[in-house]
């Protein structure tokens, strides 16, 4: 039997078409055994032919070893043409990409932030009083109030409420109807898309929308396998859901924290990557950035199996698929 821990981490890169949208998904797999890996996946057959489904989902063929090439190709993955990819780190811009590019990577998602409108600045800043309130377990009359000094929050509340059919088929014409048939859970996740929700003039909205819910669900899952209790649990997801909101916002992250009244455990990881959630945070970092080899280090210094990591990142990623297409849901 293969030890647990020399199976080979995988992780998935999203790439974007050449407008900017989240578009695919790119497999980046680390030292260790890919045989094992390639089992897995085998094992796992309906995960990996549901993130195909849902997008083009790719892998660099030369990286691989042929087993997990040929496992991946059987859940109708595709190997990845070098020249169809170009990675972009400065702010992106359309018209100067080549022709024949079909997927952008890199880091121009984490760019500066175009100077948003009186009305987009207000409505995240209501989006974030939401949080809160939902973070403190507020009464629903106080979340419905809010909601009525933003239209536009309310309005994609109500329409994304209606598209997903939590009404059993009635239509939700009410805030409060709405809250109640969501739940707290749904409304946590429907807030974390309203943050990240596409902006008119602010092409790395839903780029962020992708990171920061494949980060929020992965710490999520990792939180549980490494044996936190449910509020810990609850706590990692906002980590990651907030690790983002100053690119998005171009804030510092003290900034965009001060008006928040976050447990310390969620400023230490944000604020210096302290903690069990901050390791967790500086882990999926790592990978972001295709460090494989120091996410495997700090995996091994939490104890937490490789195969049981990427049952979480598989995870994550199909969850982070549901939020986009939640997010076009709501806005049509």
């Not at 907030?242 to 804030?251: A, N, P, T």
Request: charged fraction near 20%.
């Amino acid at each position: 039997m293969t030890p647990t821990n020399s199976v080979a981490l995988l992780f998935f890169r999203v790439l974007a078409d050449p407008r900017g949208r989240p578009a695919a998904l790119l497999l980046e797999c680390g030292a260790g055994d890919h045989g094992a890996l390639a089992a897995a996946i085998g094992a796992g057959v309906d995960n990996f032919v549901a993130l195909s489904a849902a997008m083009p989902c790719l892998f660099r063929h030369d990286a691989l070893a042929a087993p997990l090439a040929e496992a991946l190709q059987q859940q109708r993955w595709r190997a990845l043409a070098p020249a169809a990819v170009c990675r972009v780190d400065q702010r992106l811009v359309i018209d100067a990409l080549p022709a024949a590019i079909a997927w952008l990577d890199g880091d121009w998602c984490m760019t500066p932030p175009p100077t948003a409108t009186g009305a987009q600045a207000a409505s995240r800043a209501t989006a974030l009083q939401m949080v809160q309130l939902v973070a403190d377990d507020a009464d629903t009359h106080a979340i419905e109030a809010l909601l009525r000094r933003d239209p536009a929050l309310s309005y994609n509340l109500l329409r994304l409420v209606n598209s997903i059919g939590v009404g059993g088929g009635r239509r939700i014409t009410s805030f409060s109807q709405a809250l109640l048939l969501l739940g707290r859970g749904q409304l946590r996740r429907w807030l974390n898309l309203m943050l990240f929700a596409a902006r008119q003039g602010d092409i790395r909205s839903t780029m962020l929308l992708a990171r920061v819910a494949m980060r929020a669900r992965a710490l999520e899952l990792l939180a549980k396998v490494h044996g936190l209790d449910k509020l810990h649990q609850e706590q990692a997801f906002m980590t990651g859901m907030f690790s983002l909101l100053g690119v998005l916002f171009g804030m510092t992250v003290a900034e965009v924290l001060a008006p928040l009244c976050l447990g310390e455990a969620v400023h230490a990881a944000l604020l210096r990557r302290e903690g069990e959630l901050g390791i967790l945070l500086s882990l999926i970092e790592a990978l972001e950035q295709g460090d494989l080899a120091g996410a495997a280090v700090r995996l091994d210094a939490l104890q937490i199996a490789r195969a049981d990591f990427n049952d979480a990142i598989i995870d994550a990623a199909l969850w982070m698929q549901g939020a986009l297409q939640e997010s076009q849901a709501a806005h049509g």
